[in-house]
């Protein structure tokens, strides 16, 4: 059956922000999309309270679940960025079927069971849990960007914000609970990334069970180095999705 494609079957990307930022870094790349698209902040940030610290990984997906029910319907691709990536496999199984595949962009992520600081610091797993300890008395109910009306917090800058949620997330348990074997998943490389080395992308390319692995050239924030590119990328794999090509 030919025709044009249904829009009921194109799937909304839905875009999580790493460490440091709130929803506002997909912007550019937001611009560029056809398909549809949603932006969704990680607690700590605009009206999202919570002390930034230490949001659980349950509360994060929670959230997150509650702002993609509220505003998308029907399939969906989840693109998480660095430390976004930790939280994409609980949103995935939270959100079941929905989901055709996720897109890891220098995409964070443990095996199951396993907390993802074991794979970018095993040699100081130990010395970084106590300098969290540390973070979390230091920075206890402060948030990133708050939005005015909220009450009881204090801000905190995103260099700042970025290390608390990057040691925050990544000393947790990542679940794969939910999540299908079989939902496809790509892992963006950066090939000018200075966080991320190139063995240490193979690995998080191999603890998210990439079957694709896409170049791009950027550093390792591509919604703001190299938006056009990254665009480019998400549209690819969203037309490739299964519910895309229902006609």
Not at 4 to 20: A, M, Q
Not at 70 to 77: D, P, Q
Not at 200 to 213: D, H, K, R
């Amino acid at each position: 059956m030919g025709g044009e494609l249904d829009e009921r079957w194109r799937p909304t990307i839905v875009l999580v922000h790493g460490s440091g930022h709130t929803a506002e870094v997909w912007e550019q790349v937001q611009n560029q999309l056809r398909h549809g698209s949603v932006a969704v902040d990680l607690p700590g940030r605009a009206d999202r309270v919570a002390s930034i610290v230490d949001v659980a990984i349950d509360d994060a997906v929670a959230s997150l679940t509650a702002d993609v029910e509220r505003v998308a319907g029907g399939h969906l691709v989840l693109v998480g960025h660095s430390a976004g990536g930790i939280v994409l496999p609980g949103l995935a199984g939270r959100l079941g079927d929905r989901v055709l595949h996720l897109v890891f962009v220098a995409g964070l992520c443990a095996r199951h069971g396993d907390a993802v600081i074991s794979t970018v610091r095993p040699d100081a797993v130990d010395e970084l849990a106590t300098r969290l300890r540390a973070m979390r008395e230091q920075f206890a109910d402060c948030m990133l960007d708050p939005d005015p009306l909220v009450d009881g917090t204090t801000a905190i800058d995103a260099k700042t914000a970025s290390g608390i949620d990057s040691l925050n997330y990544m000393h947790q348990t990542v679940s794969w609970d939910g999540v299908p074997a079989a939902v496809p998943r790509t892992f963006v490389r950066c090939l000018r990334d200075r966080i991320q080395p190139r063995a240490l992308q193979a690995a998080l390319a191999e603890n998210c069970g990439a079957s694709t692995v896409v170049d791009i050239e950027s550093g390792h924030t591509p919604a703001l180095g190299a938006p056009t590119e990254l665009a480019a990328v998400l549209e690819r794999i969203a037309e490739q999705s299964p519910a895309s090509t229902t006609t």
